[in-house]
């Protein structure tokens, strides 16, 4: 990971099945629009997270593109029916070619 590029996600660790829970994600990361320049008057490059996914085992749930505007640490909340025990898979895809991604379990109960 690169550095100081940190994903975090809470996400209830139960939920009843056909239940629909409330996500929070937040990635830290140094967004650049590709718009200023550094001292010399070059143009920084752009440099920002530009999708965002979640999928629910193995089946999306959001798929999101972000454009230059996007603020630094895209922070998504959002809700997704959880019909089974299974596992989140979130994944940040960044302008340089990194991924970054994390998972985390629901059971029912």
């Known amino acids: 990971m690169a550095s100081g590029v940190k994903p975090r996600v809470k996400v209830p660790k139960k939920a009843a099945a056909g239940e629909a829970i409330t996500i929070k994600t937040l990635i830290s990361h140094k967004m650049e629009s590709g718009q200023r320049k550094d001292k010399s008057g070059n143009i920084v ?28 640490n895209p922070y998504f909340e959002f809700e997704a029916t959880v019909p089974e025990a299974g596992e989140f898979q979130f994944t940040w895809y960044d302008d340089d070619g990194s991924v970054y991604d994390t998972a985390k379990k629901v059971a029912i109960g």
Do not use: H, K, W
């Not at 979640?54 to 996007?70: H, K, M, R």
């Open 45 to 72: 490059p752009r440099s920002i997270i530009n999708r965002f996914t979640c999928e629910f085992n193995g089946q999306s749930v959001i798929d999101v593109t972000l454009e230059p505007a996007i603020s630094t």
